[in-house]
């Protein structure tokens, strides 16, 4: 049979806000365990003489909160079990048991499995402290943050935001880093140490660029950042431009948006795709991110139609593509394993066609061709059509099959310039030609759109050096010999090889 297992909180750090039900507790308790004896009322504590173990030096043992924090719960309920019929074990926490205390939240699971009979006892928590000594209501809105878990994605600046734990100016810093990552460096921010605790008590308001530099962090420690309603603070945010998208579109809003179809803004998002592709082939990070800003602009503005027809929105876009990646990726999110990339793709693929089974989307109603957009640039299209195919076996053994086809093709072209014709059976013998080209990109692990690119980009670089040669002989090339020019693209050539 076991015994109950009692927490209690012994608050934040002013001796005079124990509850009496706290103070009986204690000096009834059989045994008394507190997880640190690095707190303020611990003095107090001691002047009752009873008789307490710490569990401080488990924190010398072990490399990481969590694994001390499983041990001392383990070592609790190892305790309440081994203890007699009627006895009261006692763990006694700084703060609120369920304030930030994850001692408490495993205790919490684990105790029912055990047949231990758990008891909490709130204390004063620091929340309390904070609100009075920092002066500010949560009901305007506030959000309580574990400096060990921040990242810019859940600093909201509209609400009250506490971050606790900040136990050291390591801490501190990567507090810091999070935080400009929507605050601007001069940004005010209040450190408060040890609030509520007489003589020991510290504000100090300081631009967020210094919040490193602050003396004095440790267990008692936190940062407070106040709310403020300015927008500049949510640029960073996506929420700000889902909204800025939605007011554009409204009745207020700009009447050329407003006008807007999926029709008349089709050829944007082509546009600004082939823009963001220029960027990538320059190599030029900072246009991209311009471009790439535009390509989003696109995006939002198609799922703002639907929202606004009631059919879906922005973030059921999100969830919709969270959900396909985690789905896909079993070798990360799942059981199963991916030694390289090509068995990534491999198990990409299977769950793919798990995903239409599940729609229901059966193979006998489907093509192995299924998947590749019709507004595809016909060479890319061509290459994935390829792929699609050669998957399920229809393809050559080796290069050298693609090679004679391309010479079949060639000599097909050739014949029916040759023999004069119809332009439409010219056409389509170049189209047939230009298809077996592109199987060669398989072979040798390519994007034949790409490898085109890389040409065309070629060739306007050496184009542009005959005229700039040109020019600077006081010519242009409208007046050059085809001799000429040819001459100035050898050289051409050989000093920008091929950028």
Known sequence: MSSTLTVVGLGSGNPDQLTVG????????????????????????????????SFDGIYETHDSFPEVYNTIANQL???????????????????????????????RERCPEQGITLRVLGGESFLDEAFTRLGF????????????????????????????????????????????????????????????????EDIVSVPLYELDRVEGFGNLSLVYVPRSDED????????????????????????????????????????????VVETIDEDDPEHMQEELGDLLLQILLHSQMEEENGSFNIYDVIQGLNDKLIFRHPHVFGDASAKDSEAALQSWDKMKMEEKRLKGLSAEKTSVLDGVPREFPALMKAYKLQKKAAKVGFDWDDIEGVFSKIEEELLELREAIEQEQSHEDQVLELGDLLFAVSNIARFIHADPEEALSKTNHKFISRFHFIEEHLRLQGRSITDSKLEEMDEIWNLAKTQIVNK
Not at 77 to 97: M, S
Not at 241 to 263: A, K, M, N, Y
Request: with cysteine; charged share 20%.
């Open 22 to 53: 706290i103070v009986k507790t204690l000096q009834k308790a059989t045994s008394i365990y507190v997880r640190t004896k690095e707190h303020p009322v611990m003095s107090a504590i001691d002047e009752w003489n009873l008789s307490i173990e």
């Open 232 to 275: 500049h603070l949510r640029q960073r945010t996506f929420a700000r431009l889902h909204e800025i998208v939605g007011i554009l579109r409204s009745p207020e809003g700009c009447p050329w948006d407003r006008e807007q179809t999926h029709d008349s803004i089709r050829k944007n998002l082509i546009e600004e795709t082939y823009e």
């Open 77 to 107: 309920i190892d305790k309440a079990r081994a203890g007699e019929v009627g006895t009261e074990i006692v763990y006694a926490v700084p703060g609120h048991p369920m304030v930030a205390e994850s001692t408490v939240q495993l205790l």
């Open 137 to 200: 209501d949560p009901i305007e809105g506030f959000q309580l943050l574990d400096a060990a878990g921040l990242n810019s994605t859940l600093i909201q600046p509209q609400l009250h935001t506490l971050i606790g734990q900040v136990y050291d100016v390591y801490t501190a810093s990567e507090v810091k880093l999070s935080l400009m990552e929507i605050y601007p460096d001069d940004y005010t921010v209040i450190v408060g140490h040890a609030l509520g605790v007489q003589g020991q």
